[in-house]
């Protein structure tokens, strides 16, 4: 079966870190750009970051640049964000998504998420 | 940054009627919009890409038109599970963006 299903996500401190992770299973990691996108409490979608199958290219939002790092492990199927410097509004649940290219580089697999929350 | 801003914020309709979403962009962004669907509680789920082509699995009551800065989704007759919110999202420049979303409620 064809899943992503994220984890890591806890209460943290404001100015703490925290790392996530996505496991990919039932495709083929390393031949899809990932992407990870964050919902607010009651809010639309935003786009977090992006990172080319291979690793070797990564985007970012302007929100969130400096302070958090995508990375991946294809030889785990595993997909990370480095979370540092953590503000409240960076409170969201957070999902991971694939990048189909077959779709136009839009993204038809989605984990269920993981709720981050940054609060003293 | 490409601004993409959904009309109405809110579309009020009842089952069996046609629902048709705006979705606006602030500069083109050629054919490379894409429209997701979600549940409250659930991810989303993508419908169309590249503004008209139905993702597998998709009804075929669901499809997008649109190409430069304007695009549209149509569900030609609402379904019980349709009700939902519907967000747009582009892929024509970086940051990738997404619109505010519009909310499909049952009247």
């Known amino acids: 079966e064809v899943q992503l299903l994220e984890s890591g996500g806890v209460l943290v401190q404001p100015g703490g870190s925290l790392r996530l992770s996505c496991a990919a299973t039932g495709f083929t990691f390393s031949n899809y750009d990932m992407s990870w996108v964050r919902q607010a409490p009651g809010k639309g979608l935003e786009w977090v970051s992006t990172i080319r199958g291979n690793g070797d290219t990564t985007y970012y939002a302007d929100s969130v640049k400096g302070r958090f790092t995508i990375s991946r492990d294809n030889s785990k199927n595993t997909l990370f964000l480095e979370m540092n410097s953590l503000r409240a509004e960076d409170t969201a649940v957070y999902y991971c998504a694939t990048r189909n290219w077959n779709y136009g580089g839009a993204s038809d697999i989605w984990g269920q998420g993981t709720m981050v929350t940054v609060s003293s | 940054e490409i601004v993409l801003t959904q009309s109405p914020a809110t579309l009020s309709l009842s089952p069996g009627e046609r629902a048709t979403l705006s979705c606006r962009a602030s500069?083109?962004?050629?054919?490379?919009l894409a429209w997701y669907q979600q549940i409250p509680g659930q991810a989303p789920r993508l419908l169309i890409y590249d503004a008209s082509n139905r993702a597998t699995g998709i009804p075929a009551r669901f499809s997008g038109s649109g190409s430069g800065t304007d695009f549209t989704l149509t569900i030609s007759s609402l379904e019980p599970e349709d009700f939902a919110v519907y967000y747009c999202?582009?892929?024509?420049?970086?940051?990738?963006?997404f619109g505010g979303g519009t909310k499909v409620e049952i009247k």
């Open positions: 500069q083109s962004v050629s054919s490379y």
């Open positions: 999202q582009q892929r024509g420049n970086w940051p990738l963006t």
